[in-house]
Structures are given as C-alpha cells and as structure tokens.
C-alpha cells in the first residue's frame, strides 16, 4: 500500500518548498563550477611556485625635477657669459632652461658667447627696450610666457647682463625650491607721489607699491603677471618716466608724472590680486644705491654702483654674503632674512658687475661659492 504524503511535506513536487530546494542546489552547483574553472584558468588564483629566484620588481619611474628658469634681460652682448658657463656646468641639464631677451635681431651663437647655455635662447619676437618705458615691462612678460610653456618651470628669476651669481647652482636651487612663496621687493612708500588717480578703478591707490624690478617667482604668480589684461594696460598708459628738464620744464613741475614702470608693476599686481600673502617681500639681487646728486650728468635720481675688478674683493663678496637683514629705510621697517623662521643669507645674485670683475670672481669663486643649505 503506497503511504500519501501529506499536503505538508516538502517531498510533494507540487509544494513550492520543493521546488525551493531544487532550484538552490542547482544555484550552489553552478558556482562551484564556475570557481572551478576559474581556478583552474587563471594562473594568478594559483598558489606561486616555491622558488629561490625572486620576482622581478617593477619601479615607477621617477618624475622630473622641477626647473628653474633663468630670464635674463639684456641689451646685445653677454659680457659675465664665462662667469655663467661656470655656474651652469654644476646644474643638470633637466634642472634649469635659460631664456633671453635682447634686441630684436641678436642671436647667441658660439661665435660671440662664452656659455652653451645662452646658444639660440634668444627670444624669436623681442620688443625693443627703452629704461623706464612700459617696453621693459612687456619684455618681462614676454619672458614669462615662453617659460610657461615648459610645464617643469617651477621658479622663474628675473636677471640683467650685470648680475652674477654669490654661490654654486646647488646652493641657489635648493634655495628657491625651498621656499613656496615669490621673492618681490615690495613695500608701500608713504613718500610717494608717482600714483596717478585716473588709474583708479583698475588699480586702487592702497594697492600702489614700489619696489625692485628682479624677483624670483612661482608658478602661480607667474601665470598672473602673463594673463594680466587690466592692470598692465593702466601703467602703459598713466605710469611714464620724466622727460629731461631741457625739454620738459623744471623737474618740480614734471615729478607728478615721474613713474617709473617696472619700479612698481609687479609689486602692485600682486597687490591688486591679494596675493602679498603668498610672497616674501625682499628680492634676492644685491645692489649697493648710491644718490645721483655726486654726478650731476646722471639724472636718474639712485642707483646702483658698478662693481670693477678694484671693488671685487673676496672681503667685499662675503661682506655681501653675510647679510641677513635687510633695513627698508623708505617703508619704515627692518627684517631678518629667512624662510619659515628660518635664517638665511639675503642674496643670492648681484649687480652691476663689470667683465674685469667677472674675471676676479671666477678665480676666487673656490674660496665663496661652495655653500649647503643648513636645512
């Protein structure tokens, strides 16, 4: 006698629960398939073979280092060209790139510098330059932009065919790299009368700062002074130099309208772009000032003395070096050099250097320029 299942009993085919049952089981057994298959194809599941030979180890190749761009401004001829040949031959070619503005027509070729580095880094479309015109501006910017195009370009310093370089390549590019601000001689003269209130509203006559033209900047800041479309049409237009009392009148009746452009430009765009936080406001070119007033044929007002070989001493080169405060007699202030509260030497470059000097400085450069960062 066969025994019914009772309506219960998950045996029955018909109950739901059965059909439950059968289709999880089928679930499982597939998957331990799959896994199966997978195990066996890949070899990468496996357990690796023991073995006394090592895997071989894959390194990630390292990023370039960051560079420096070195913007010289210049006339024609490069007269410290084997003062720098000197310098750059303790840098890695992928460490540095060199860019230069001369007059328009001048290319450096082995014929007539001293420095493989200078060789065709003339720009291709220089302006011509007059001192104390917006044209010393644009040739600043025009360096800029053809240093930004090289995206390793990290620091970007500004240098004349008078400047020399106080240390080695090593000293100076850890100097810079260590520091993530600008260096900008800025400050705000409560002397001075050069600011024209038709600037206004482009630049803002609290924003109005003085300073030197050589700096040392980052990245972001150069990009600023490149994409500037406000206020660097504001200076060409208001910020000129003071003609000659000969042709102009006495220079009390012209002062008003003695700017000189690249005393106040960069200092007074950061200003207006609030970036002065981001900056330390010193330069790093040495220049010693003296007052005009003893040459009367020199009208400029101050300005650097040049440095011949009688003047360039191994005493008068770290006297330079040993400067670690810097008096800002026009601003009011005196500051210590350093980075992050930490000390430093104040300058790393100097003007204005003659060729005889040059020639002083690299046969003593063995005894000054072999410096290391203390950090």
Request: hydrophobic share 35%.
């Amino acid at each position: 006698m066969k025994t019914r299942l009772s309506h219960g009993s998950p045996h029955s085919r018909g109950d739901p629960r059965y059909t439950w049952i059968l289709t999880s089981l089928a679930i499982v057994t597939f998957a331990l398939i799959i896994l199966y298959k997978l195990h066996s194809l890949v070899p990468e599941l496996q357990e690796p073979p023991t073995s006394s030979v090592p895997f071989p180890t894959v390194s990630k190749p390292k990023d370039p280092p960051s560079k420096i761009a070195f913007l010289f401004l210049v006339r024609h001829q490069m007269p410290l060209d084997f003062l720098w040949e000197h310098f750059f031959q303790g840098a890695g070619e992928d460490e540095y790139t060199v860019y230069i503005h001369a007059r328009p027509g001048y290319v450096y070729t082995k014929n007539n510098t001293k420095c493989s580095a200078f060789i065709d880094r003339q720009l291709k479309k220089p302006v011509l330059v007059e001192w104390g015109e917006a044209s010393m501006l644009q040739a600043e910017r025009l360096l800029l932009e053809e240093a930004l195009k090289d995206p390793h370009n990290q620091r970007f310093i500004l240098l004349s065919d008078s400047c020399v370089p106080l240390y080695n390549f090593r000293y100076i590019y850890d100097y810079v790299m260590f520091c993530q601000k600008s260096f900008v001689d800025s400050f705000t003269d409560a002397r001075d009368v050069r600011y024209n209130h038709k600037m206004a509203p482009a630049i803002w006559k609290e924003k109005w700062r003085k300073g030197s033209q050589w700096f040392v900047l980052i990245r972001k800041h150069a990009v600023a002074v490149v994409k500037d479309t406000t206020v660097f049409p504001v200076f060409k237009r208001y910020c000129k130099r003071m003609s000659l009392p000969e042709f102009s009148g006495s220079v009390e009746n012209n002062w008003n309208h003695n700017c000189i452009p690249d005393e106040h430009y960069l200092q007074t765009l950061l200003a207006m772009r609030n970036l002065e936080k981001e900056i330390e406001r010193r330069g790093v070119t040495y220049s010693q000032w003296k007052s005009a007033h003893q040459h009367t044929m020199d009208r400029r007002g101050w300005h650097p003395i040049t440095f011949d070989s009688a003047k360039t001493t191994l005493k008068a080169i770290k006297d330079i070096q040993n400067i670690n405060e810097i008096h800002f007699v026009a601003a009011g202030r005196r500051e210590r050099c350093g980075i992050d509260g930490k000390a430093l030497p104040c300058y790393l470059f100097a003007r204005k250097f003659t060729r005889g000097a040059g020639a002083c400085l690299l046969e003593q450069a063995p005894e000054y320029e072999n410096r290391v960062l203390p950090y």
